[in-house]
């Protein structure tokens, strides 16, 4: 492969003939066309979903023009979230100071919006025009009587998960500011799910026939006053490695809640997810329970899935995602619908994420890091891959290939978590592989 | 827990009070009506052959407006970045700029390499052209691509602006004088890629030899391929470039351009120069300047400009769909005459659509544009003579004040590019879905806005979703309009 840029080449790795451990968590190289996004980015997939929260985004006009609604997080109620508000800074405000327009802007919104909490987002000229972000947000918080939260979320202070970590410290700010609420006996909260296609409702349905119930999800259909009581439950179940692990630590580090990590996605790890809970609260209603629901949930799906898997075995797939963990999930999944894992990569991965994968992943099988359009295309056509699985920006590349392509990324509109969700997730595939108009591409 | 998955129409609804007499909005832009101008300079170097754009600054602009585009155009669309970091920041983006540059030479071997400066490396006052300077002088390569550099803070101006900017750059670094040549330059502005076939088809079928820039019909519009192109065939040629200095004369699309917008700059408003006046004042080459050749008199301007330019008359064929177009404005006259359209989007095609409407009967009720030129009005008022007092006419406005504006005034159809669609929803009001972006379907990148038959697509199409809604929404619904 000598198409991989110079300082990229370890982070690509090919099971079963490199055996140094892939380089990860680097910066993108400059001048490479990277499929990852900012700082900024990292917190605003963090809130966003917060429904009942003003954000508003300071700085000139494309960071909030290319944000604006482009995820599918449902909310079951207000939608607030879906507007993009901005400072829309001009050349007076960046010679000026942007300040006077910050404050103005969060008055004028709060009085007609009425929102719960504000988040203001800082993106990159912000810091270097020198404004006070924290101040005038303390300020409005004084006037206004909501939290007025700033998130100093710079783009080029770091990547996407540092994005993720402002994103978690705002949260834990409003964390346990509820001290009156009483919640049940098993109560968790849900982190790192964005209830995307509605997801969050499934799940959260779900624990409840086992007799759990949610006290928040961070921040799926999320509310400022179900963040504020979190403190209150017995557990923190977190789904994606990525974003929401540092809330749950700081959570743990302050309130003594313990977390576990589980992913939503392919039937094993659903199923896991159910049980790792009952077994937590150490109730064998609960495991009971548990039992049935898989039981029940599986009966309905595997007929199903046979249909799929007789006509998907043996293909093979790329995958290449934001978060490794997701990545994961994917390749169970896949090998449950019979189809083999040939490329498989992340954005934000660490060496535990990629260690797994490489256990995980069959001989050949080729492992990458912040990879491009450049080398994603040159690994499907190596590796002969029937599909590939990546996020909007990768669809391009696979269907000029004549490749079939699957979403998963956050503006998808099918449910691809829990039971329901594999089987969509199969309907998929098998949309996208078993299509006749591939034999045009010949 | 219930699952409260509402699916009704009203989803976007929001419980706040919609806050009339837009408050929030003055201060607030809410659901801005306009993108950012590195993306237009984006699209506008994706048009040159072999051309890479790199993006100096943070990495999320550059994914971002690689995303917006790909979700318009369906196509791959490779944005470089020079991906800052807290050192460039603080000491200047040199480094890293000199970086991408080679990184992006070596990965692509770019004919030419398209630099577009953001808000960021406005702000910190680096020098791109210094920075390229430098690597050249650094590069012991024996062949280097062509550099053209857009200044594009978008606290300046919007993506409109971001994209003359890097068509009056590539003319301003590239073109040269020499003997006056039988060629015409042709800058369409930011139109779709059908246009520019279109367009190109035009020319062709006159016979004149014709220089399009930019030319993205191609690039962003790819057949299938074999095997991945890491750079897109077609697109304008250096060559070609070079060559716009010796034409006959220059035809420029749209009357607004960068105009209004950038003379409040404080930094540099000599950017305000579109590429021909640019070719005009240097070179002497004519500029015919006119809207969008959208609807009866706009097209008839353009075709009877080319026939007096090039001394050829306008071929048959382009009688013909001028008749049929002027036929289907009689069968249709009824089902549009008097109804009120709310036009948004890029001031050019605002002002052409608007002229269109205008010369079928509907009313314009709202002409709305982020933009901000502050001339949006006066060119209305000048191309819509019919119902030029009816309308209400808006520079700067975002989508939150076009939702106000309809809840008050019901209109009865927006007609514009995608993101009002949710204003569209809530309020049951039909759409015609055009401009820039079309992210909820299908061929954004193929919809046909210029010519006889473009906008015969358009009527089509604006009428039928007017009839259309009136059948949906009639109590028996009927076989026959
Ligand atoms: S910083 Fe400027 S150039 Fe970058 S996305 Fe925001 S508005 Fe666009
Ligand atoms: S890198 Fe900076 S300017 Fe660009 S999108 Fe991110 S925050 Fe906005």
Redesign the interface.
């Known amino acids: 492969m000598n198409?991989i840029?110079k300082e990229r080449q370890n982070q690509v790795v090919t099971k079963g003939k490199d055996d140094a451990a892939i380089a990860c968590g680097k910066?993108?190289?400059?001048?490479?066309?990277?499929?990852?996004?900012?700082?900024?980015?990292g917190s605003r997939v963090v809130l966003y979903p917060i429904a009942d929260a003003l954000h508003?985004i300071h700085?000139?006009?494309?960071?909030?023009?290319?944000?604006?609604?482009i995820r599918g997080s449902?909310s079951?109620?207000?939608?607030?979230h879906?507007?993009?508000?901005?400072?829309?800074?001009?050349?007076k405000?960046?010679?000026f100071g942007g300040e006077p327009?910050l404050y103005?802007?969060l008055i004028?919104?709060i009085?007609?919006?009425?929102?719960k909490a504000a988040f203001v987002y800082a993106t990159?000229?912000v810091?270097?025009?020198g404004d006070d972000v924290e101040a005038v947000c303390r300020r409005v918080t004084r006037e206004k009587g909501i939290d007025v939260l700033a998130i100093m979320s710079?783009?080029?202070?770091?990547t996407k998960k540092d994005g993720y970590k402002l994103a978690c410290g705002a949260l834990s700010k409003l964390i346990g500011t509820d001290q009156t609420s009483i919640v049940p006996e098993h109560s968790i909260n849900i982190l790192g799910d964005f209830n995307l296609a509605?997801e969050l409702?499934?799940l959260?349905?779900y624990y409840?026939r086992m007799g759990v119930n949610?006290v928040a999800c961070m921040t799926g259909d999320g509310r400022i006053d179900d963040v504020r009581k979190a403190h209150k439950a017995k557990l923190n179940v977190v789904q994606c490695s990525g974003s929401m692990t540092y809330l749950a630590k700081d959570i743990e580090d302050k309130y003594g809640i313990p977390f576990m990590k589980v992913s939503y996605f392919g039937i094993e790890d659903m199923s896991d997810a159910l049980y790792e809970v009952a077994r937590f609260f150490k109730s064998d209603e609960m495991i009971q329970k548990a039992r049935e629901l898989v039981r029940e949930e599986l009966s309905k799906l595997l007929p199903e899935l046979q249909k799929y898997r007789a006509q998907l075995e043996g293909k093979k797939a790329a995958i290449y995602v934001g978060g490794a963990f997701k990545a994961i999930s994917l390749v169970k999944a896949l090998r449950l619908l019979g189809m083999k894992t040939v490329v498989v990569g992340s954005q934000t991965g660490n060496q535990d994420d990629y260690n797994l994968l490489k256990e995980l992943c069959d001989e050949g099988t080729i492992i990458v890091d912040d990879s491009n359009?450049?080398e994603l295309?040159?690994f499907v056509?190596q590796t002969g891959a029937n599909l590939f699985i990546g996020g909007?920006?990768e669809?391009?590349?696979a269907?000029?290939?004549?490749l079939g392509f699957c979403d998963h990324n956050h503006e998808r509109k099918e449910a691809l978590a829990g039971y329901e969700g594999m089987l969509n997730f199969a309907k998929e595939v098998h949309a996208s592989v078993c299509s006749p108009v591939w034999k045009?591409?010949k | 827990?219930?699952?409260?998955?509402?699916k009704d129409k009203s989803?976007?609804?929001?419980?706040?009070?919609h806050?009339s007499g837009g408050?929030?909005g003055?201060?607030?832009?809410?659901?801005?009506c306009?993108?950012?101008?590195?993306?237009g300079a984006s699209v506008a170097f994706k048009g040159i052959r072999g051309c890479v754009p790199?993006i100096h600054?943070?990495?999320?602009?550059?994914?971002?407006?690689?995303?917006?585009l790909?979700?318009h155009y369906?196509?791959?669309?490779?944005?470089?970045?020079?991906?800052?970091?807290?050192e460039?920041?603080i000491f200047g983006g040199g480094a890293?700029?000199l970086?991408?540059?080679?990184?992006?030479i070596?990965?692509y071997q770019p004919e030419v390499i398209g630099m577009a400066t953001?808000?960021?490396s406005e702000?910190?006052g680096d020098d791109v052209k210094f920075y390229i300077r430098n690597y050249k002088d650094l590069s012991d390569r024996e062949t280097l691509p062509h550099f053209i550099s857009a200044s594009t803070?978008?606290?300046?101006g919007?993506h409109i602006d971001g994209f003359h900017e890097a068509v009056a750059s590539a003319v301003k670094s590239i073109a040269e004088g020499g003997e006056k040549g039988e060629h015409l330059n042709i800058f369409p502005g930011f139109v779709s890629p059908e246009d520019i076939r279109q367009i190109k088809t035009i020319l062709e079928d006159f016979t004149i030899p014709s220089i399009l820039l930019p030319d993205y019909s191609e690039t962003l519009d790819?057949p299938?391929?074999e095997?991945?192109h890491?750079i897109p065939e077609g697109g304008t040629p250096i060559e070609s470039v070079k060559k716009c200095g010796s034409a006959r004369a220059s035809i420029e699309l749209g009357t607004i351009l960068n105009k209004g917008s950038l003379s409040?700059?404080?930094?540099n408003n000599a950017l305000a120069t579109t590429a021909a006046e640019y070719l005009q004042e240097s070179f002497g080459v004519e500029n015919h300047r006119m809207p969008l050749p959208l609807g009866v008199n706009n097209c008839d301007h353009f075709f009877e400009t080319l026939s007096q330019i090039s001394g050829k008359s306008i071929p048959m064929k382009y009688t013909k769909e001028r008749g049929r177009l002027i036929d289907s404005y009689v069968d249709g006259h009824k089902y549009v005459f008097g109804k009120r359209a709310v036009v948004y989007g890029e001031e050019d095609l605002v002002v052409a659509l608007s002229s269109f409407l205008n010369e079928i009967g509907i009313e314009v009720a709202l002409a709305a544009s982020g933009g901000e030129s502050g001339r949006l009005e006066d060119e209305i008022r000048k191309y819509c003579p019919e119902n030029t007092p009816e309308i209400t006419v808006q520079n700067g406005y975002d989508y939150?004040m076009i939702h106000e504006w309809c809840i008050e005034n019901k209109p009865d159809i927006l007609i514009g590019n995608s993101?009002a669609y949710?204003i569209a929803r809530e309020l049951d009001i039909p759409i015609v879905r055009c401009g820039f972006p079309i992210h909820d379907r299908i061929g954004g990148q193929r919809i046909k806005h210029v010519g006889y038959t473009g906008t015969q697509e358009l009527f089509d199409q604006i009428i039928n979703e007017l009839i259309g809604y009136k059948q949906d929404h009639s109590e028996v619904g009927y076989k026959y309009m």
């Open positions: 198409d840029l910066a993108s190289v400059a001048g490479s066309v990277s499929q990852r996004a900012c700082v900024f980015c508003l700085g000139p006009v494309g960071c909030a023009a290319y944000t604006w609604d449902l079951s109620g207000p939608q607030l879906r507007l993009s508000f901005t400072t829309d800074l001009k050349e405000e960046v010679v327009k103005q802007a004028s919104l009085d007609n919006y009425k929102p990159c000229i810091g270097v025009i710079e783009g080029f202070n770091g509605g409702w499934m959260a349905e409840r949610m359009p450049n295309s040159e056509k909007v920006k669809r391009p590349i269907f000029k290939l004549g045009f591409m | 827990m219930e699952t409260p998955i509402s989803t976007h609804t929001n419980s706040f009070s806050p408050l929030g003055a201060v607030a832009t809410r659901n801005a306009k993108l950012c101008a590195p993306l790199i600054g943070g990495q999320g602009c550059a994914t971002y407006i690689r995303r917006y790909i979700s369906k196509e791959p669309v490779d944005i470089a970045s020079s991906n800052f970091t807290e460039s920041t890293n700029c970086a991408a540059i080679e990184n992006v070596s990965q953001t808000c960021l702000t910190i803070p978008s606290y300046q919007s790819n299938i391929w095997s991945y890491r409040g700059r404080v930094k939150e993101k949710y």
